[in-house]
C-alpha cells in the first residue's frame, strides 16, 4: 500500500506568506494530479499557538534565521508562521484538502518545534503518524511540499529510520535553502535510504 504524503502546502509557505518558500504555489496543481495514484494521500499542517518558541519574535534581541539552543538541541528561529486558525495556517487554496484521508498537525506543543511529521524535533515525542501509516498496512511513501530542507527532509529521513520504503520527488517540492541546507538534507536523505527523484 502507497501513500502520498502532502507537507505544509500553507499560505505561509507560499509566495505573499509569512515564510515565503520561492516557488511554493507552482507544485500545488501537479500534487492534486498525483493524489488519484496513491492508496492514501495524508496532508501535514505545520499548526503553531501564537507566541510559539520557534519564533525569532519570542527570542529577546533575535532575529528571523539566527540559531539558539533549546533543551532538545540547536533551532532555527522563523519569522511568526502558520498561527493555529489564521488565512497563513490554512492550506492553499487550490490544494484538493478534500481527497485527504489524514491530516497531520504538528508544532502545537508551545516549547518545542516539529519539522518531522512522525516526531517533534526531540526526536522522541512522536505524532502518531507511524501507528496510522502501519495499522493501514502502508509500507510505501511518496513525500512532496514545502520545505524540501525542512519539513520534508526530516520527514523523509524519520520515515526511513522507521523502515518505510521513501521517495522524495523533488520537483513538486520546493526549499528555504538557509546556508546551503539544500545540498546537506540531499545528501542526508541519500543516506538514510531515501530515494531522491
Ligand atoms: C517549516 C520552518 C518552520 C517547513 C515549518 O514546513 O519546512 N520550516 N516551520
Ligand atoms: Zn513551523
Not at 529510520?161 to 521517495?167: D, E, M, P
Request: overall charge negative; hydrophobic content about 45%; charged content about 20%.
Amino acid at each position: 500500500m502507497k501513500a502520498l504524503i502532502v507537507i505544509d502546502v500553507q499560505n505561509d509557505f507560499c509566495p505573499g506568506g509569512a515564510l515565503a518558500v520561492s516557488g511554493g504555489d507552482e507544485i500545488v496543481q501537479p500534487i492534486n494530479a498525483l493524489m488519484a495514484r496513491f492508496d492514501a494521500v495524508i496532508l501535514t499542517q505545520d499548526w503553531h499557538p501564537a507566541g510559539h518558541s520557534s519564533f525569532a519574535s519570542s527570542h529577546a534581541g533575535k532575529a528571523p534565521f539566527d540559531l539558539v539552543e533549546m533543551p532538545y538541541g540547536p533551532q532555527v528561529l522563523w519569522p511568526d508562521h502558520c498561527v493555529q486558525g489564521t488565512e497563513g495556517a490554512a492550506f492553499h487554496a487550490s490544494l484538493d484538502a478534500t481527497r485527504a484521508d489524514l491530516i497531520i498537525r504538528k508544532g502545537f506543543r508551545p516549547a518545542i518545534d516539529s519539522y518531522s511529521a512522525f516526531f517533534e524535533n526531540d526526536h522522541v515525542t512522536p505524532t502518531g503518524l507511524e501507528g496510522y501509516l502501519r495499522t493501514r498496512g502502508i509500507t510505501d511513501l511518496t513525500m512532496v511540499g514545502l520545505a524540501t530542507d525542512f519539513c520534508v527532509n526530516f520527514s523523509a529521513v524519520d520515515a526511513a529510520k522507521l523502515g518505510f520504503a521513501v521517495t522524495v520527488q523533488q520537483d513538486l517540492c520546493r526549499a528555504i535553502d538557509l546556508d546551503r541546507s539544500l545540498a546537506a538534507a540531499q545528501s542526508g536523505m541519500r543516506d538514510a535510504g531515501v530515494t531522491l527523484a
